[in-house]
């Protein structure tokens, strides 16, 4: 049976993120992390790039989950 999922091509591309700008809440939830350590990243430019829309910070769900793959490769590489 079909799940949603598979109906949309761009799910693949998205690797299950919302098909939505993602808030600062957002990504605290994801990764698990404090909200301050959000705003942190952010202002030590470490963590996923945002960008903001008026007064409001947002982020791209295909810069995060670029920044998941370039952090997977980073740690693949060290070890």
Known sequence: MATPRDLDP???LRGGLPD????PDDIAEMFEVPLE???QWRKKRTGPPGFRIGKHLRY???D???YVDQ???AD???A
Do not use: C, E, Q
């Open 10 to 12: 761009r799910a693949a």
């Open 20 to 23: 939505r700008y993602l808030t």
């Open 37 to 39: 350590t959000v705003y």
């Open 60 to 62: 791209d769900p295909a």
């Open 64 to 66: 995060v989950r670029a």
């Open 71 to 73: 952090r997977k490769h």
């Open 76 to 78: 693949a590489t060290a």
